[in-house]
């Protein structure tokens, strides 16, 4: 066997160990499939209760300073604005006074309410 023919045989050699080493499409597509995660169960389809989801807002009639300007659109500003104004009968007022533009109001409305004292 000449040099060359030798040096062929081992690069074939290599080559096919290499392949027999490499995992095949099918066991690449089968531990894939096996490392995804199973589908989380559904949730039931049931929207939040009305009172939880008011609880989570913030009351402009008795949020503190740092508690409104965590709300987008208030800055420090409009928070001392908003707490001079109090008691607000309804959050529109804060469009309606003109303490909050229209961009502001929409962005904030949905995070807020203002509950009546003694409500």
């Given amino acids: ?67 409104l300007m965590k709300l987008p659109a208030i800055g420090e500003a409009i928070a001392g604005k908003i707490i001079a104004g109090r008691p607000w009968a309804n959050k529109s007022q804060l469009l309606s006074k003109n303490v909050l533009t229209k961009a502001a109001y929409d962005k904030v409305a949905p995070l807020i309410v203002a509950k009546q004292a003694g409500k």
């Fill in 1 to 67: 066997m000449n040099m060359r023919n030798l040096v062929a045989a081992l690069i074939a050699l290599t080559l096919l160990s290499l392949v027999s080493l490499a995992p095949s499409a099918m066991d690449v597509a089968h531990a894939a499939a096996a490392a995804k995660p199973a589908a989380a169960p559904a949730k039931p389809a049931k929207p939040a209760a009305p009172a939880t989801a008011e609880a989570n807002k913030v009351d402009i009639n008795s949020a503190t300073k740092e508690q």
